[in-house]
């Protein structure tokens, strides 16, 4: 894989390599490693050694402040990091809100919004699923009623990741009710410090607050904090959902995750006494999942290479996320059978991982729409 990168690409992947290796703190690392929740604070610790130096927006123009990097370059460096345990970037500010700020917002939320996503200074949280509207996104029931200058904003969104943390949410909102459900969508920049917003924890299955329900209650919301044109939001949404599937690969983790399966192999013994690794069947299934990793790390870079020369991610993206979310799981799947009666007792780094990882298929639109997805717009049925 690494024999197709030029000279030049190998010098950026051991200048990335060796700012890992000095600047990441070695306290964050080992709560990565170790599957253990991170704190909001130090989640930003990371995000602002990368602001500092002027990596934290790999994909984003240079106009706003971003990298402006190649497909090769924003693969190498989500690669090392991932590799080395470094925390992720958190993606529903830079990923996901910005390119839609960027593409479809004003100037003036431009101006306002993404250099504060960029710092670190405002921490943004995902306001799309509902109760009875997930994979079903068009079916939202949260309603904003134009009064005045303001919208009124009234409902509930679930599943809402980190939003404990956050200080702005990006909302899917239903503005109009007449014609298809998708047509009367909206797309708003709701403050998480206006009144009639409350945040309820869900606590999973490891005793992690991670999720969240978030409750609006006649939130008034400036009509300015509106993203481009009214009942357009269906078209930022998808557009969202594209730049956030292309994300969900993870390689470098995932390359780590099979680094540790593997030791763990060498170690762990199956029913017959032996070692794991010294039995070809389980070598096999290890194998297998190798080559799906070098397959994902291909197409990784094909996807990142059609966004950079569309500047949109396309259908493509679909087959990444499902292909990204099915390694995951098959690779937190097979550590857990590698452990056998002794997942019982297994760390937080792996029992955390594999109840965690169960989510994969599903968010970011789930595998089954993403092969509709696939059907309708790339095999043309």
């Not at 997930?134 to 005045?148: I, K």
């Not at 709701?190 to 991670?210: A, Q």
């Not at 949404?237 to 763990?264: D, P, Q, S, V």
Request: glycine letters at 10%; charged letters at 25%; proline letters at 4%.
């Amino acid at each position: 894989m690494k024999s197709g990168f030029s000279a030049e690409d190998e010098i950026f992947r051991e200048e990335v390599r060796d700012f890992v290796r000095t600047r990441l703190p070695l306290e964050l690392r080992n709560k990565v490693v170790a599957g253990e929740h991170l704190t909001k604070e130090e989640y930003l610790r990371w995000h602002r050694l990368l602001f500092e130096r002027g990596w934290i927006a790999p994909s984003w123009p240079r106009a706003f402040g971003g990298c402006e990097w190649s497909a090769v370059r924003q693969h190498i460096f989500e690669e090392e990091c991932g590799l080395a345990g470094a925390p992720g970037i958190m993606p529903f500010g830079i990923r996901m809100v910005a390119p839609v700020i960027m593409k479809f917002g004003s100037a003036a939320q431009q101006q306002r919004f993404l250099p504060r996503i960029l710092s670190g200074e405002d921490w943004w949280c995902q306001g799309y699923s509902e109760p009875g509207a997930g994979s079903d996104l068009a079916s939202l029931r949260t309603r904003a009623e134009r009064r005045g200058d303001h919208y009124l904003v009234n409902g509930q969104k679930t599943w809402t990741t980190l939003a404990h943390y956050a200080d702005w949410i990006f909302c899917l909102v239903r503005t109009a009710r007449e014609g298809r459900p998708q047509e009367g969508i909206s797309f708003l920049l709701i403050d998480m410090r206006s009144p009639g917003v409350t945040v309820r924890p869900i606590i999973m299955l490891d005793g992690g607050h991670e999720v969240n329900e978030v409750w609006l209650e006649n939130v008034e919301v400036p009509v300015a904090n509106l993203v481009g044109e009214e009942n357009k939001g269906w078209t930022y949404a998808k557009y969202l959902l594209g730049h956030e599937r292309t994300g969900n690969a993870g390689t470098g983790f995932c390359r780590r995750w099979l680094g540790e399966l593997k030791a763990l192999a060498r170690r762990q013994s199956g029913s017959d006494g032996r070692p794991l690794a010294d039995d070809w069947r389980f070598r096999d299934r290890i194998a297998r999942l190798e080559i799906d990793l070098m397959a994902l790390e291909v197409m990784n870079l094909r996807v990142l290479k059609l966004v950079e020369e569309r500047h949109a991610p396309g259908p493509e993206a679909s087959l990444l996320k499902i292909m990204g979310s099915e390694l995951q799981q098959a690779l937190t799947e097979l550590t857990m059978r590698a452990l056998g009666h002794d997942g019982a007792r297994a760390p937080q780094a792996v029992t955390g991982r594999y109840f965690n990882f169960r989510k994969a298929s599903i968010y970011a639109g789930s595998n089954e729409i993403q092969r509709n997805i696939i059907a309708r717009h790339i095999l043309g049925f």
